[in-house]
T-cell receptor, first 116, second 116 residues
Framework: GAGVSQSPRYKVAKRGQDVALRCDPISGHVSLFWYQQALGQGPEFLTYFQNEAQLDKSGLPSDRFFAERPEGSVSTLKIQRTQQEDSAVYLC??????????????FGPGTRLTVL | AQSVTQLDSHVSVSEGTPVLLRCNYSSSYSPSLFWYVQHPNKGLQLLLKYTSAATLVKGINGFEAEFKKSETSFHLTKPSAHMSDAAEYFCVVNSRIYNQGGKLIFGQGTELSVKP
């Protein structure tokens, strides 16, 4: 079956613009995660959804970052008034949540955001 | 709190020679540990995971890892490197915080180069 897909794959924004990044998880996966990967670093957790409920957003770096998953499937990560430090690859992952601590998280290819 | 430390930022081997990528972990609980691989411009792919079953875990593409509690290590090995193994490798631990859905905590990554 299809894996996790993300769009767009690449996004260039001028400083101050708003951007929206989309994630389509694997069908039927309950859990959805967003991670941010800065250049040369490992991914870092941003936020977590269980179905449509956002259960944890402790990793969101500022109130300019907002995520939603209104119908428990597709998710959108929105960044308002982008800054240069927001430049990174944004990764989406989904899992079945059968066993929370051992489930495999399946990652999408990421969206590379460059803020000029 | 859970954490992982990858001891080498870059490892270079010759094709056909063994691969060793080192990872130490810190965990308050029995950890769930993973190795992911990231090829350029591609998503993260799970190589293998340890979830408190057998301490020697076999993964895809001939990789394996051994969980050693006494050494708090989870090193990744492969008997014979192939050119296609050149990539970034991440050692990962599950946070084991339920309301975070088991968010993943990544090491800094080890870049593996394979020389012909």
């Amino acid at each position: 079956g299809a894996g996790v897909s993300q769009s767009p794959r690449y996004k260039v924004a001028k400083r101050g613009q708003d951007v929206a990044l989309r994630c389509d998880p694997i069908s039927g996966h309950v859990s959805l995660f967003w991670y941010q990967q800065a250049l040369g670093q490992g991914p870092e957790f941003l936020t977590y959804f269980q179905n449509e409920a956002q259960l944890d957003k402790s990793g969101l770096p500022s109130d300019r970052f907002f995520a939603e998953r209104p119908e428990g499937s597709v998710s959108t990560l929105k960044i308002q008034r982008t800054q240069q430090e927001d430049s990174a690859v944004y990764l989406c992952a989904s899992s079945s949540k059968r066993e929370v601590f051992t489930d495999t998280q399946y990652f999408g290819p990421g969206t590379r955001l460059t803020v000029l | 709190a859970q954490s992982v430390t990858q001891l080498d930022s870059h490892v270079s081997v010759s094709e056909g020679t063994p691969v060793l990528l080192r990872c130490n972990y810190s965990s308050s609980y029995s950890p769930s540990l993973f190795w992911y691989v990231q090829h350029p411009n591609k998503g993260l792919q799970l190589l293998l995971k340890y979830t408190s079953a057998a301490t020697l875990v076999k993964g895809i593409n001939g990789f394996e890892a051994e969980f050693k509690k006494s050494e708090t290590s989870f090193h990744l090995t492969k008997p014979s490197a192939h050119m296609s193994d050149a990539a970034e490798y991440f050692c990962v631990v599950n946070s084991r915080i339920y309301n975070q859905g088991g968010k993943l905590i990544f090491g800094q990554g080890t870049e593996l180069s394979v020389k012909p």
